[in-house]
């Protein structure tokens, strides 16, 4: 909308909040004429500002996007207001009124304002509208900011008691699985843990026993550490470099690195932009931080309530901030930055394909700050930058010895495995449920009917597939015979653990390594899975894989693998990325090329016709699409496959 009206604030408009016909807008510009408007500007700061703006014009440039439209998928919710019908009181006092009417007047003056239609959702509309009618209720029209609660979920009992209550229950293995998880990130919301593949039903039926309970609130000073396992300090001297710089090692040496730039930081009287777009990597940051920086460290993320959200992103404009955020602050307006950084390389990814990390890569160059990037392990576009010189590297090293472990065939742990787990252990297992499914009269490993993706075996012997969730009874989908277990999943392993009289509280079970502390031992248990997948990235994936893994251990990390010593010593060696480069090179793959991988519906197949270089692969009723195109096409040829609504969409 182009509009005229007056700024009632200093300074320039852009960036401020606009509440206008019912719906809230953002200022991102300036227009020669428009339409006179009565705007309300609700904050007495800015929402954003112009470089963050910018900003976000080149990410939609990079992807070819509309540029407003991209900009509402990264404000947050919080700030999205809309004008609603509410109810306030109308009486001083209600004593003598009929013992019903009493219970909704006083439901609806203890929260002085309610949404009209939460009180007839709760009380019926009838009674509602027969209170207003006759004076004692008002409706009033105002601006509705957000709820003021969150849904966050946490361990209720000790874990070892909550063992002991799930013990002969459906869905065991799962079930302790969700509370590993728990107990490791201390709150998760509803949406962290779907996210996860944790089920429902599951949660709700831990809540039910009271192994779990909910938690309708959570502010800022949550789950603070007092005695932090990283030292303050360190031996580290943060250069100070004009070339961006990529930081590798392990999670312990990332974490004095980032301790010494902040010291610099506010030592300068400047603030620090650190962005982490994984919550449990965010949720330990700021563990660790908080005890030694105090008020200064401020947080942006789901772990806040609304109200104190909102709070946070203005106390986050001041000077001397150490901001944590993650996608819910990208366009928080920062006051003289020292450095953005970014903290690890999880989840950057926004509807699967649009890459973050090239907005805050892009970020810091309006600020005119230092760019840090953090990382346990180096990816190979990451690598092609500091090869060709447009970005410098600073590698600390990993703290922890590597042993290789040769598993049998027959063998989910070996003996070596068992005899040196112990307390502060983390086991991965890169597959979840119990096992792949197999069927002796095919001959070949079962897949899904829908996606054609290998489908899991539950340990409740039910068939599931991890792609797009389909289900089904425990018989083979070609010839509805019976299968048999292959390979093993984290339930199998939690299963072993535990029949040697191991599982207990403070050993660790995950799918993967997440950048979320530091354990004495880890062992990968099970990851030779990762190769086996036809995949362009599956070499670099095993690798990262295997370095994530080793960055969170403190003494000795552990890889069992079925496969060749010689095999696994090669993801080991330093020179690996640069044999992956030139591989890439030669096959004229990413980084040297783009490529989009879009899953449809096989009704697409027409639609097709307009993109250049398809190649397709049909699985049951959907098929993959993938479309080879060099940079400049990638704008052009992206936005017709979006319009297209595949169910899956990534870029390299």
């Known amino acids: 909308m182009k509009v005229r009206t007056s700024f009632p604030y200093k300074g320039s408009p852009i960036g401020y909040r606009v509440l206008i016909n019912g719906r809230t807008g953002v200022v991102v510009g300036f227009a020669e004429e428009g339409k006179e408007e009565s705007l309300v500007f609700p904050d007495?700061?800015?929402?954003?500002?112009?470089?963050?703006?910018?900003?976000?014009?080149?990410?939609?440039?990079?992807?070819?996007?509309?540029?407003?439209?991209l900009m509402w998928e990264l404000i947050p919710s919080h700030w999205n207001w809309t004008e609603e019908s509410f109810l306030e009181v109308s009486l001083s006092s209600f004593q003598?009124?009929?013992p019903k009417t009493r219970q909704i007047l006083s439901w609806i003056a203890d929260r002085k304002l309610v949404k009209e239609e939460l009180a007839k959702k709760r009380f019926g509309s009838e009674l509602i509208n027969m209170l207003v009618k006759k004076g004692l209720l008002r409706v009033k029209k105002d601006w509705s900011a957000p709820d003021v609660e969150v849904e966050l979920f946490k361990l209720n009992v000790p874990f070892e008691v909550a063992l002991s209550k799930l013990r002969r229950?459906?869905?065991?293995?799962?079930?302790?699985?969700?509370?590993?998880?728990?107990?490791?990130?201390?709150?998760?919301?509803?949406?962290?843990?779907?996210?996860?593949?944790?089920?429902?039903?599951?949660?709700?039926?831990?809540?039910?026993?009271?192994?779990?309970?909910?938690?309708?609130?959570?502010?800022?000073?949550?789950?603070?550490?007092?005695?932090?396992?990283?030292?303050?300090?360190?031996g580290f001297l943060v250069k100070k470099l004009e070339k961006p710089t990529v930081v590798v090692g392990s999670l312990s040496r990332l974490a004095e690195s980032l301790f010494a730039l902040i010291e610099d930081a506010l030592g300068e009287g400047k603030s620090l932009a650190i962005f982490s777009f994984y919550n449990p990597t965010l949720s330990w940051l700021l563990r660790e931080l908080k005890p030694i920086f105090g008020d200064r460290v401020v947080s942006l993320s789901s772990f806040e309530s609304p109200k104190q959200f909102i709070k946070n992103w203005f106390l986050?404009?001041?000077?001397?901030?150490?901001?944590?955020?993650?996608?819910?602050?990208?366009?928080?307006?920062?006051?003289?930055?020292?450095?953005?950084?970014?903290?690890?390389?999880?989840?950057?990814k926004l509807n699967r394909y649009i890459d973050l990390r090239n907005f805050v890569s892009q970020l810091y160059k309006?600020?005119?700050?230092?760019?840090?990037?953090?990382?346990?392990?180096?990816?190979?576009?990451?690598?092609?930058?500091?090869?060709?010189?447009?970005?410098?590297?600073?590698?600390?090293?990993?703290?922890?010895?590597?042993?290789?472990?040769?598993?049998?065939?027959?063998?989910?742990?070996?003996?070596?495995?068992?005899?040196e787990l112990e307390d502060n252990s983390l086991l991965l297992v890169r597959k979840t449920g119990y096992s792949y499914a197999y069927c002796p009269k095919c001959g070949f490993l079962v897949d899904c009917p829908r996606c054609g993706t290998f489908l899991t075996l539950s340990k409740a012997n039910n068939l599931y597939c991890t792609r797009c969730k389909w289900k089904g009874p425990a018989e083979c989908t070609h010839c509805g015979g019976k299968i048999e277990q292959y390979g093993f999943g984290i339930e199998r392993v939690m299963e072993e653990v535990e029949r040697h009289g191991l599982l207990r509280e403070n050993i660790h079970f995950d799918t993967k390594p997440s950048v979320a502390g530091v354990y004495k031992k880890v062992f990968l248990v099970h990851g030779d899975n990762i190769l086996s997948v036809p995949s362009l990235n599956a070499e670099e994936e095993?690798?990262?894989?295997?370095?994530?893994?080793?960055?969170?251990?403190?003494?000795?990390?552990?890889?069992?693998?079925?496969?060749?010593?010689?095999?696994?010593?090669?993801?080991?060696?330093?020179?690996?990325?640069?044999?992956?480069?030139?591989?890439?090179?030669?096959?004229?793959?990413p980084?040297?090329?783009?490529?989009?991988?879009?899953?449809?519906?096989?009704?697409k197949t027409k639609a097709l016709e307009s993109i250049p270089n398809v190649i397709t692969r049909a699985y049951g009723s959907l098929m993959e699409v993938f479309i080879k195109v060099n940079h400049k096409q990638l704008r052009e040829v992206l936005p017709k496959v979006i319009n297209l609504k595949p169910i899956k969409l990534e870029v390299w």
């Not at 089920?199 to 603070?224: T, Y």
């Not at 079925?562 to 640069?578: C, G, S, T």
């Open 44 to 69: 007495k700061l800015p929402f954003t500002d112009l470089k963050n703006l910018e900003a976000v014009k080149d990410l939609a440039l990079i992807y070819g996007l509309p540029t407003w439209q």
């Open 96 to 98: 003598a009124l009929d």
């Open 366 to 419: 309006y600020y005119g700050c230092q760019f840090f990037y953090y990382t346990c392990a180096l990816g190979v576009d990451t690598y092609q930058r500091v090869k060709s010189g447009q970005w410098e590297m600073e590698f600390l090293g990993y703290s922890a010895e590597v042993r290789l472990l040769k598993r049998k065939p027959e063998e989910i742990l070996t003996q070596e495995l068992l005899s």
């Open 542 to 589: 095993f690798w990262k894989y295997i370095h994530r893994a080793r960055a969170i251990a403190k003494e000795r990390f552990y890889i069992q693998s079925f496969l060749d010593k010689e095999i696994i010593e090669n993801y080991l060696r330093e020179d690996f990325l640069e044999a992956e480069l030139e591989r890439r090179r030669e096959e004229n793959l």
């Open 169 to 234: 229950t459906k869905r065991y293995a799962e079930r302790v699985r969700l509370l590993a998880y728990l107990r490791e990130r201390l709150y998760a919301s509803r949406e962290e843990l779907r996210e996860e593949g944790f089920s429902s039903e599951d949660l709700k039926a831990l809540i039910s026993r009271g192994i779990v309970k909910v938690e309708r609130e959570l502010m800022q000073n949550f789950a603070i550490n007092p005695r932090s396992e990283l030292r303050m300090g360190g």
């Open 316 to 348: 986050a404009q001041e000077k001397g901030r150490i901001v944590l955020t993650g996608r819910m602050g990208l366009l928080v307006p920062f006051k003289d930055l020292y450095a953005v950084v970014l903290f690890d390389d999880y989840y950057t």
């Open 591 to 603: 980084p040297f090329s783009k490529i989009i991988l879009a899953v449809f519906t096989k009704e």
